[in-house]
């Protein structure tokens, strides 16, 4: 793998141990180029940074060590952990994102960051389950990396949770509780940012969105259809979780 170095100043503490990394976010720079991301990343102005980004024909940029702590993740939640960049590696991807054309992981990148987040799972001991995107920590503010990420293909490498299609078979009639029923099971799988006693229905459909991007990536209504509903049900169920 070829590997850079252009560090950012970004950065804060280093790592007292390596338990603490529990998280891999996958992020896209959402800029017009990679020079003109690198320079934002490393700008001190910006405050922001990432372990590691991936450009379009796979070469990697190492920006921050990743025995310190990166700033990517921003305001952020999963399950019981809060603002995430001190449990987390961040790895940004090139692509202009939705602002600027919205485009297709290139095969080098995906591979790359297959390679890169295999031997990081090894490496940390990171479940699974906790390879995440940075629209599920932060689903109110943050659509990376959007419903073009392949989430299925990392999956089969466990690294992100997917499910089974042959085994969405949970019998269940459009009733009244359903949007209930629907946020718990997302609340068991570690979204967070909403409130099931005081239910915001702008805030829900951002929500229901985010999990469509990933999981139901053609179907992006932010309404809790059949589909939406049984595979959220089925990952909430699913053993990877816990
Ligand atoms: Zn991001």
Not at 172 to 194: A, D
Request: charged share 30%; hydrophobic share 30%.
């Amino acid at each position: 793998m070829k590997q850079k170095f252009d560090l950012s100043p970004n950065f804060s503490m280093k790592r007292n141990s390596k338990k603490s990394v529990k998280f891999v976010i996958i992020h896209y720079t959402g800029m017009q180029s990679e020079i003109e991301s690198i320079n934002r990343l490393k700008d001190k102005n910006s405050l922001v940074s990432c372990h590691y980004l991936i450009n379009r024909s796979g070469k990697v940029t190492l920006m921050v060590p990743e025995n310190t702590v990166a700033w990517h993740a921003g305001k952020s939640k999963w399950k019981n952990f809060k603002n995430l960049n001190k449990y987390s590696i961040g790895i940004e991807l090139v692509n202009k994102g939705h602002k600027f054309g919205y485009q297709n992981f290139t095969n080098l990148q995906i591979k790359c960051l297959i390679y890169i987040c295999k031997r990081l799972k090894k490496k940390y001991n990171i479940k699974s389950s906790n390879f995440l995107g940075h629209s599920d920590i932060a689903p109110l503010r943050k659509i990376d990396p959007g419903e073009k990420f392949p989430w299925k293909s990392l999956s089969k490498h466990n690294l992100g949770i997917w499910y089974n299609e042959k085994k969405l078979d949970y019998n269940f009639k459009l009733k009244k509780q359903v949007n209930y029923l629907f946020f718990k099971n997302l609340y068991k799988i570690g979204y967070r940012y909403f409130n099931l006693r005081k239910r915001d229905k702008k805030k829900e459909t951002k929500i229901i969105k985010v999990f469509q991007q990933k999981y139901l990536p053609k179907n992006v209504s932010g309404k809790i259809d059949q589909k939406t509903f049984k595979i959220c049900h089925f990952l909430a169920s699913s053993k990877k979780i816990s």
